[in-house]
């Protein structure tokens, strides 16, 4: 009997030991679920971080101010004003002489025939922007031509007719002006020649002025 008894206590033994051990259950050992994080940025376990002193640098657009300044334009719209440079240098009548030379013959075929010079030329050395000008006493009825020329050295001579009384503040409108390139420059070449309308007489301003170059340059008035 007693050994009947110890080999079911053995038994008794080895089924409990057999149930307390059971199935083993695997332990989770996975690793968790990458988080993405911004460029610069990295995971701490809990959320994003950026490095110490790396913190992104706000972008701020540059704004382009648009231009409010209008150019201001002397005078009445459409109509051209004058704009005269310092004043040329004049020349005495003796050194005048060798650009007034070169009036008569341009005149001779620029001016209406049989027309005759009114007052004394306009005769300068001139740097370039530079310009001279003269008072002219203008007739009724009467037709007037303006020619002008320079040495070759001044590649452009400007000349241009304004009223000789001008509102003041503001720069006189250019009544003629010649349009041509070189070292001559005519105003009212025949037969469109400069008339003066008014029934009675007046001045006007003859401006000579060089645009381009430099040297000596004269000018003349013609009335027929």
């Known amino acids: 009997m007693a050994g009947t ?14 149930g307390c051990g059971g199935d083993d259950k ?12 911004a460029p610069g940025q990295y995971f701490d376990g809990r959320t ?12 701020t657009p540059v704004a382009t101010a648009p231009a409010t300044g209008v150019p201001a334009i002397p005078g009445l719209p459409g109509v051209a004003t004058t704009s005269t440079g ?19 013959p341009l005149a001779a075929t620029a001016a209406a025939p049989g027309a005759k010079p ?17 008072t002219v006493q203008m007739n009724p009825g009467k037709c007037y031509t303006i020619v002008g020329a320079g040495v070759p ?21 250019v009544v003629a002006a010649d349009s041509s390139q070189g070292a001559t420059a005519i ?12 029934p009675m007489g007046g001045t006007m301003k003859v401006v ?6 430099q040297g000596m340059a004269a000018a003349q008035v013609f009335e027929k």
Request: proline share 9%; charged share 5%; net charge neutral.
């Open 26 to 37: 695997q332990a989770v050992t996975g690793q968790p679920t990458a988080t993405q994080c």
């Open 208 to 213: 000579v002025s060089v645009s381009g170059g």
């Open 86 to 104: 310092p004043a040329a240098t004049p020349l005495d009548p003796a050194t005048a002489q060798v650009v007034t030379s070169l009036i008569a």
């Open 187 to 198: 105003v009212g070449q025949q037969p469109n020649c400069y008339k003066w309308a008014l």
């Open 48 to 59: 994003c971080q950026s490095p110490a002193g790396t913190a992104p640098a706000a972008t």
């Open 118 to 134: 009114v007052g004394a030329a306009i005769a300068g050395n001139f740097a370039q922007g530079q310009s001279l000008e003269q």
């Open 153 to 173: 050295t001044i590649t452009n001579l400007d000349i241009q007719l304004v009223p000789s009384i001008a509102i003041p503040g503001m720069p006189a409108a």
């Open 5 to 18: 008894k110890l080999v079911l206590c053995g038994l008794v033994a080895l089924s409990a030991l057999s």
